[in-house]
């Protein structure tokens, strides 16, 4: 829920020259193959100033050191198969930087990274450019943090853009769990862009607003875009997630977990724990991003 820190491309992360681009990770069960599409990561450099920033504001413990590493190894015991990596620039100066950054990322075994974009660069369709040709699959933008709202007449070029690349527009939905209102995405203003610009490809955390889940059920439901399930279980309530999912259509929505704010094996296991079907918890945990993300489908089953 935060955003990641603006960084240079982190020193000493190890290069895969003869894997593909984000081959698959070892899991200790078969029959699981779990995409994370919520996660962040800072560089080694700034990760523990990070996140003991995090933990003051919000009076919560993370999960994980914010590290790769950390990473890495919280997605082995979840056995998480893959995860998206979602950095945010607070400032325009910092999207070459972060964007230099995800392109590094982009042979690490089960890393997903995406770049960034802000509102007031001048040149977003050069940097959309610059992703598009390096295979990220898309950008994180967060109303709060970056000081705009989602349905600002000025910023419809470029999700314009973005919908002419092909990239994916990943925002923070909802409220902040460390800054004040007013959300400057709501399910309303989202819902307006939707409507303004429908080959965007959209993906809303927090099942489309965090705290503000009967306008998500008022303004969002059926739209087309996607939701995930980040920081939900536990504060909304079951039955308006469920009746959420299986209104909007579970092949719709998107685990994900804001790593470090959460632990991801204890994110799993909560999912399973849920009423949904097991079609519908495949469908959330890995059917409907590897179609989204155009990763390889893989052919398990869940039986809980």
């Known amino acids: 829920m935060l955003q990641d820190i603006a960084s240079s491309p982190r020193?000493?992360?190890?290069?895969?020259?003869?894997?593909?681009?984000?081959d698959v990770m070892p899991s200790r069960a078969s029959?699981?193959?779990?995409?994370?599409?919520?996660?962040?990561?800072?560089?080694?450099?700034?990760a523990a100033k990070?996140?003991?920033?995090?933990?003051?504001?919000?009076?919560?413990k993370l999960a994980t050191d914010g590290t790769l590493a950390g990473l890495t190894r919280s997605m082995a015991t979840a056995e998480i198969r893959y995860?998206?990596?979602?950095?945010?620039?607070?400032?325009?100066?910092?999207?070459?930087?972060?964007?230099r950054h995800a392109l590094t990322l982009r042979t690490i075994p089960g890393i997903i990274p995406f770049g960034s974009l802000h509102p007031k660069i001048p040149n977003f369709r050069d940097e959309i450019r610059r992703l598009a040709d390096g295979r990220i699959r898309g950008v994180k933008m967060h109303p709060d943090h970056q000081s705009f709202f989602?349905?600002?007449?000025?910023?419809?070029?470029?999700?314009?853009?973005?919908?002419?690349?092909?990239?994916i527009l990943a925002i923070h939905a909802g409220g902040n769990i460390n800054l004040p209102d007013p959300a400057r995405c709501t399910p309303e203003r989202l819902a307006n862009v939707i409507r303004k610009v429908p080959g965007l490809k959209i993906m809303a955390a927090h099942l489309g607003g965090w705290k503000h889940w009967k306008e998500v059920e008022r303004h969002l439901?059926?739209?087309?875009?996607?939701?995930d399930t980040s920081f939900t279980l536990g504060h909304c309530p079951l039955e308006q997630i469920l009746r959420i999912v299986r209104r909007?259509?579970?092949?719709?929505?998107?685990?994900?977990?804001?790593?470090?704010?959460?632990?991801?094996?204890?994110?799993?296991?909560?999912?399973?724990?849920?009423?949904?079907?097991?079609?519908?918890?495949?469908?959330?945990?890995?059917?409907?991003?590897?179609?989204?993300?155009?990763?390889p489908a893989p052919i398990n089953t869940i039986e809980r």
């Not at 029959?31 to 700034?46: E, S």
């Not at 989602?150 to 990239?167: K, M, N, T, V």
């Not at 439901?221 to 939701?227: A, Q, R, S």
Request: net charge negative; no cysteine; aromatic share 6%.
């Open 221 to 227: 439901v059926g739209l087309p875009l996607w939701m």
């Open 31 to 46: 029959n699981l193959f779990i995409v994370d599409t919520h996660v962040h990561i800072f560089p080694d450099t700034v």
């Open 11 to 22: 020193k000493g992360v190890p290069r895969h020259d003869t894997a593909r681009d984000n």
């Open 50 to 60: 990070a996140v003991a920033k995090m933990e003051q504001h919000s009076g919560i």
């Open 150 to 167: 989602i349905d600002e007449e000025s910023l419809f070029s470029l999700y314009e853009a973005l919908a002419e690349s092909g990239l």
């Open 83 to 99: 995860a998206v990596t979602l950095p945010v620039s607070t400032r325009p100066d910092q999207v070459p930087g972060i964007n």
């Open 248 to 295: 909007h259509g579970a092949h719709r929505i998107l685990f994900g977990t804001d790593s470090p704010w959460v632990d991801q094996a204890q994110a799993v296991e909560e999912l399973m724990q849920t009423p949904f079907t097991p079609q519908e918890k495949r469908a959330i945990l890995w059917d409907n991003a590897t179609a989204l993300l155009n990763l």
